[in-house]
Nanobody, 115 residues
Framework: QVQLVESGGGLVQPGGSLRLSCVAS????????MNWYRQAPGKQRELVAA???????NYVDSVKGRFTISRDNAKRTIYLQMNSLKPEDTAVYYC?????????WGQGTQVTVSS
């Protein structure tokens, strides 16, 4: 059974930082591209950041220079370090594991940026 469990969300003031984590089980973790998506109320889910099995990374333009995705294969975990947070970063953040036609999702963690 595949499980992706996110943690680290919460309420933070603009300009603050949070670090999200996602622990995976039930997959051969090093083989997978791991992604962070987010979905704000009334908006479509968007890909925020990705790290491939070769550790190449990609970011949506709106978070470049502020967010950093990383992976620890030994811990079967990915991270999203989010700095200089803005109110528009408010969303539910989802962990995703992707390999060919296989696609798995976590339950999401809420991030709210507000003063």
């Amino acid at each position: 059974q595949v499980q992706l469990v996110e943690s680290g969300g919460g309420l933070v003031q603009p300009g603050g930082s949070l670090r999200l984590s996602c622990v995976a089980s039930g997959i051969i973790f090093p083989w997978y591209t791991m992604n962070w998506y987010r979905q704000a109320p009334g908006k479509q889910r968007e890909l925020v950041a990705a790290v491939t099995n070769g550790r190449s990374t990609n970011y949506v333009d709106s978070v470049k220079g502020r967010f950093t995705i990383s992976r620890d294969n030994a811990k079967r975990t990915i991270y999203l370090q989010m700095n200089s947070l803005k109110p528009e970063d408010t969303a539910v953040y989802y962990c995703n594991a992707e390999l060919s036609r296989q696609n798995y999702w976590g339950q999401g963690t809420q991030v709210t940026v507000s003063s």
